[in-house]
């Protein structure tokens, strides 16, 4: 039985293969903008998370600005809950996308290291 036969309920030690075959689809795709980088999303899962993950960080923010009294309450009530969120966002969009190859030359990749002279 192969793993698109069995799915991933059935046979759990293919699992892996399941969600390799599944993910050849990329949800995010990324972006420079100038010395930054970005991922932007390309299917419809992909702006799913994003849309989602928006709304989750624009409710935290009015929430803890309604119980807030000042603007640097407000500002340092939502530091924390936000940067857990926006590195849950990264950290699901890092799995779901295609790994940069500008990442692949600067951190030396040994296919893409050229002889110097």
Not at 25 to 44: D, E, N, S
Not at 79 to 103: H, K, N, Q
């Amino acid at each position: 039985m192969n793993a698109a036969e069995c799915g991933i309920f059935i046979c759990p030690n293919e699992t892996l293969i399941w969600y390799t075959n599944y993910m050849k689809k990329y949800w995010f795709l990324p972006k420079r903008f100038g010395v930054f980088a970005g991922y932007h999303p390309v299917t419809w899962q992909g702006w799913v998370i994003t849309i989602l993950f928006l709304g989750l960080f624009m409710g935290i923010f009015f929430v803890v600005d309604s119980r807030s009294h000042s603007g640097s309450d407000t500002l340092i009530n939502f530091a924390l809950p936000g940067v857990v969120v926006l590195l849950v966002f990264d950290i699901i969009t890092l799995r779901t996308g295609e790994y940069p190859s500008w990442w692949k030359r600067r951190w030396g990749s040994e296919k893409d290291k050229t002889p110097n002279h």
